[in-house]
């Protein structure tokens, strides 16, 4: 009797218990899938003299947009031309980025001016120094980290520079334009998306000039800059 009434307690629970859920068998390659294994097969095999087309996405390396700097900072000169050998500086500079998002090129122009006086025999002398300087180079930069660039570049400068003399009523001018060849190195932070924050040190070694006369003046220089820099 025990034994009727389990089994009939069984089978009223049966409509209870959910029916477990039947596994699909694992879906098939797509059509194309196969046509596509199938020509690949038969090009191994040597039943055909053609490789399949390629018909997916090439892939690129990245290649990095124009970057435009704005360089602020200062001018060291050789103590030939003091008391205007220290300056302030600034500058404009434009990065060309070719397929190597690592290697550009810069095209940069640079202004500095300087005022000061001197006292000869008594007399005041204003003197008024200016360098407008053009140059551009490669730059070879390296990714350090998740927001830090380290750089190096080199390349070829050619400035003008104008020096001033005023005594009263007379003002005496001299100029010169000379051609050097630079080295810079920096780093660079990123600040935000397309932001960039650094320091620049860059310097030249130019020709020397008389001037007009007969002394030789070198005019070699370090401009130590902050730049911020925006990639387009």
Request: no cysteine; proline share 6%.
């Amino acid at each position: 009797m025990i034994q009727f009434l389990v089994s009939f307690a069984l089978l009223a629970l049966l409509p209870v218990v959910p029916a477990l859920p039947q596994e699909s068998p694992p879906p098939g390659p797509p059509a194309q899938v196969e046509a596509r294994l199938d020509e690949w097969n038969a090009y191994i095999a040597g039943e055909s003299s053609t490789p399949p087309r390629f018909t997916g996405k090439k892939w690129t390396s990245p290649r990095a947009g124009p970057a435009v700097r704005l360089l602020l900072g200062g001018r060291f000169a050789h103590e030939d031309i003091a008391p205007l050998e220290e300056s302030y500086d600034a500058g404009l500079e434009l990065g060309l980025h070719g397929n190597d998002a690592g290697l550009s090129i810069d095209l940069g122009l640079a202004y500095s001016r300087d005022d000061d006086e001197v006292f000869v025999e008594t007399k005041a002398l204003d003197l008024t120094g200016e360098a407008f300087e053009l140059y551009a180079g490669p730059r070879w930069a390296s990714q350090w980290g998740a927001s830090t660039k380290l750089y190096f570049g080199l390349g070829g400068s050619l400035t003008r520079v104008e020096l001033e003399n005023v005594a009263g009523a007379g003002t005496a001018s001299l100029d010169a334009t000379v051609f050097g060849i630079y080295t810079r190195a920096g780093v660079e932070w990123s600040i935000a998306e397309s932001a960039r924050l650094g320091v620049d040190v860059r310097h030249t070694f130019s020709e020397s000039s008389d001037f007009g006369g007969s002394a030789e003046n070198e005019l070699d220089a370090t401009v130590v800059s902050l730049v911020l820099g925006f990639e387009l």
